[in-house]
């Protein structure tokens, strides 16, 4: 492994400061030199790598956007030759094209000693076994956390997404330490797990890794409640690298990015300006290190707060709260704006329901309408519409805005996410 956790993550920020700048202009002078597409977007700002002498001087790059990926399919943006690249993932979008992204060896090796740096930040280590719930395949879950892990020396367990019952099987049967997957298919492997007999606080399961999707405090709280072990939170997307790019410690107290591989900033998603110190922000990622694909201040979409602040477990690295939502993922209707995030906060106040809602949106004549559906907890044996009109007024008061309507079915009744990312919202205006 090229570095070991202890000198890269608990370096202090200024020596960070000088690896990151020299790390920069060398993927600067890459990009350029090997990427048509940052060669012209260089050129028509009057910009060279010279004008780039260091982090201070990022604001003067251009934005990479995922559009910038789509245009660019399926590989526009690598700073390769096809001969160097030693393997290829690809990110699912619900419209258009998947984005491409391709890894050299030194890529991969990157990668491994990221994750490695998460699952030991997580308290684990060579002695311990990974049962991996993440889709192999073209997703980057599945090989992240499968080489990470294998390169640090744990047994993985290589399950992949589905065939919950066999999960359940190989949790019990083989003692198995910890496991990655997304926290909807978390709260469903719980269910399934009771459906077969099995109390999921009973397993042998100390860690669980999740990630890929959004997932709210009370949410985390849920699976930890029902497996009895630590949740940690993992961050990262393909076009950066893949999962890898932040997850906790132990603290869980924000996820801790790995600055000297990935520099993250926060902008106005309206202006693209930086925005101040403490607030909320659209995340942007460069890459410091990435050799196939070098990707400049991408516009991740992802909110998110930053903090500085040198961390409990001793590591310097900046951390970064739990995603609250996408820039592109706000809902406005009639005129007020919010987070899918913020309506699941409300919904996990209540102990009569399950973590299981969606939002409909239509709209009637001009006017938007949100319909609320959300599953009743399995021992729910009280007045149903009482319970809506508490969902119905607390949300009132939360998001200023009162939802159309508030259906409560029964448990069991919604669908479960059982593979791949959760879908909460469904828009059909
Ligand atoms: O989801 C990589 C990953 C795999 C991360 C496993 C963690 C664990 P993509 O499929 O390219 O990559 O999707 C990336 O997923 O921009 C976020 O919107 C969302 N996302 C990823 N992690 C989180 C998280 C993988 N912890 C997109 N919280 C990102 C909220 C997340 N959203």
């Not at 042998?204 to 409640?225: D, Q, V």
């Not at 893949?242 to 801790?256: F, I, S």
């Amino acid at each position: 492994m090229r570095d070991s956790d202890a000198d890269a993550t608990r370096l202090p920020r200024d020596e960070l400061r000088d690896l990151q700048d020299e790390r920069l202009v060398k993927t600067v002078r890459h990009a350029y030199e090997n990427v048509e597409f940052y060669r012209e977007a260089f050129d028509e700002l009057g910009l060279t790598p010279d004008d780039i002498e260091g982090v201070d001087d990022i604001s003067k790059l251009p934005f990479t956007t995922k559009e910038d990926f789509r245009d660019e399919y399926p590989t526009g943006l690598f700073a390769v030759d096809m001969d160097e690249v030693v393997r290829i993932h690809a990110s699912s979008g619900t419209t258009g094209k998947p984005k491409i992204v391709g890894y050299t060896q030194d890529d991969l090796d990157v990668w491994r000693e990221v994750m490695a740096r998460g699952f030991r930040g997580a308290g684990l280590t060579s002695d311990d076994s990974l049962q991996n719930a993440y889709s192999y395949g073209l997703f980057t879950g599945g090989f992240g956390f499968h080489d990470g892990a294998t390169a640090m020396g744990m047994a993985v367990v290589p399950t992949g997404g589905g065939n919950t019952q066999r999960q359940v099987e190989m949790l019990a049967d083989l003692d198995v330490d910890a496991i990655c997957l997304t926290p909807s298919y978390a709260l469903y492997l719980a269910e399934v797990a009771e459906d077969m007999g099995y109390d999921p606080a009973d397993l042998a399961l100390s860690t669980i890794l999740f990630g890929a999707e959004p997932c709210t405090e009370p949410m985390r709280n849920e699976i930890e409640t029902r497996f009895d072990a630590t949740a940690v939170e993992n961050y990262g997307l393909s076009e950066i690298i893949g999962p890898g790019v932040a997850v906790e410690c132990l603290e869980q107290d924000g996820m801790h990015i790995w600055e000297d591989h990935f520099y993250p900033e926060l902008i106005d998603p309206n202006t693209g300006d930086p925005v101040e110190e403490g607030e909320e922000g659209e995340l942007v990622l460069t890459s410091l290190t990435k050799t196939a694909l070098p990707v400049l201040r991408y516009r991740t979409g992802d909110l998110t707060t930053l903090d500085y602040d040198t961390c409990g477990c001793g590591r310097t690295s900046v951390r970064m709260n739990s995603v609250t939502g996408r820039a592109d993922d706000l809902i406005i209707v009639r005129g007020v704006n919010f987070y899918p995030s913020e309506v699941e906060s409300v919904v996990l106040e209540f102990d009569e329901v399950a973590p299981y809602y969606r939002i409909d949106l239509k709209r009637e004549g001009s006017l938007d309408k949100l319909d609320l559906t959300v599953e009743l907890a399995e021992d729910f044996d009280g007045s149903r519409s009482d319970l809506k009109s508490r969902i119905h007024k607390r949300l009132s008061s939360v998001l200023s805005f009162s939802p159309d309507d508030v259906t409560l079915v029964d448990p069991g009744e919604m669908e479960r996410t059982k593979v791949g990312k959760v879908q909460r919202v469904y828009d059909h205006r």
